[in-house]
């Protein structure tokens, strides 16, 4: 990964006319990505995604703000954005009528290639991505995991320098999702291209992006490493059970006294603590209650997850459900109120 920046999103904002009403899909999003960086969009339905992702790559125009991809202004130089990316949306770009190998080609003339180079680089892409088995193939007769290959590889074609992938293995099971995700390290390794996507499995994004942006409301709300985002804005939590409530309760005076404590909450029994780095303070955390004469009965370690972060900054979970993505909010009770799932914008 270099400096050299080749995405670079500033103050954009889309909104749309709904009769008399305006809508503001997305507000202020600003963020860069450099060469070579894998970064991660994340957000509810409705947070304005994949309205970002069709302003960044030419398809919306934005109300304001700008977007520079590998050094070309998109409103000035569409055609010269256009010739830098790839862009695979949320439906597959393949159509049914034609052998996998033969719409490769007819995409790579699209772009300019003569039809040997085309034909030279649909064999390439085809191998990288391990289908050139399937390239004989009409798109109808394959998997959805081979489907979703097929329109990366159509996005790739060209050999673009940015990759842009609108939720890429939604509905895909467990396996064809880790063969895809394996397929576009790959790539990386391969091309050392440019990737940005976005997804609703928190554990894509956790494990493959380097960097993670999230949206809520058209704002972005946090941009930084998973680890980093993690251990700011939700901390580790230390579950304490010890021998009944009055011993819990006293065991809470004591642990808000310490330095690095951020929240404590009380369950019965159990004293729940977040606080920046567990492992360190547990062993001190002990010896204090042990000095104090509360006994622990259980102690246990938890790393938060990226929901833990998203529920931190908005308050909601991001949850996935089969192919639609909830947003679950907590009622005044502590229990989970309704569930209700957003359009996305």
Same mark, same amino acid.
């Given at each position: ?8 999103? &500033? ?9 008399? &009403?305006?809508? &503001?899909? /997305?507000?202020?999003? =600003?963020?860069?990505?450099? %060469? ?10 409705? +947070? ?15 109300? @304001?703000? @700008?977007?520079?991809? %590998?050094?070309?202004? +998109? ?52 191998? /990288? ?39 890429? @293995? ?42 993670? /942006? ?29 021998? =009944? ?5 006293? %065991? ?18 159990? /004293? @729940? ?45 991001? &949850? ?26």
């Amino acid at each position: 990964m270099s400096s050299e920046l080749m995405i670079r999103a &500033e103050g954009l904002r889309r909104a749309f006319k709904a009769g008399k &009403e305006v809508i &503001e899909a /997305v507000r202020d999003v =600003s963020f860069d990505v450099a %060469a070579g960086e894998l970064v991660a969009l994340l957000g509810p339905n409705g +947070a304005g995604k994949s309205t970002t992702l069709r302003m960044l790559t030419t398809l919306l125009p934005p109300t @304001s703000g @700008s977007v520079h991809i %590998a050094g070309h202004d +998109a409103a000035r130089e569409p055609g010269r954005v256009r010739e830098a990316i790839g862009y695979v949306g949320q439906k597959g770009a393949s159509g049914e009528n034609h052998r996998i190998r033969e719409e490769l080609i007819t995409q790579g003339r699209c772009y300019g290639l003569r039809t040997r180079d085309a034909g030279r680089r649909a064999d390439e892409v085809l191998g /990288v991505l391990g289908i050139g088995h399937l390239a004989s193939r009409a798109p109808g007769t394959l998997s959805g995991g081979q489907r979703r290959r097929v329109d990366i590889a159509l996005g790739l074609i060209h050999n673009p320098r940015v990759l842009f992938l609108d939720e890429p @293995s939604t509905g895909l099971d467990p396996h064809s999702r880790a063969a895809l995700w394996e397929q576009i390290q790959l790539l990386r390794r391969e091309y050392g291209i440019t990737i940005l996507l976005t997804t609703h499995y928190l554990d894509e994004a956790d494990d493959m992006a380097e960097r993670i /942006v999230i949206v809520d409301q058209g704002e972005v709300i946090a941009n930084g490493t998973s680890d980093t985002l993690k251990a700011d804005l939700a901390g580790d939590r230390i579950h304490l059970t010890t021998g =009944s409530a009055e011993d819990a309760h006293s %065991a809470a005076g004591l642990v808000r006294q310490l330095a690095g404590v951020a929240e404590v909450a009380l369950d019965g029994q159990v /004293v @729940s603590v977040r606080i920046a780095d567990a492992d360190a303070a547990l062993p001190a955390l002990l010896r204090r209650l042990d000095h104090e004469s509360i006994p622990v009965i259980r102690a246990s370690v938890h790393r938060p997850s990226l929901d833990d972060v998203f529920l931190n900054l908005t308050g909601r979970r991001l &949850e996935v459900t089969g192919d639609a993505t909830d947003i679950t909010k907590p009622s005044t009770n502590g229990q989970i109120g309704a569930t209700h799932a957003l359009p996305d914008t």
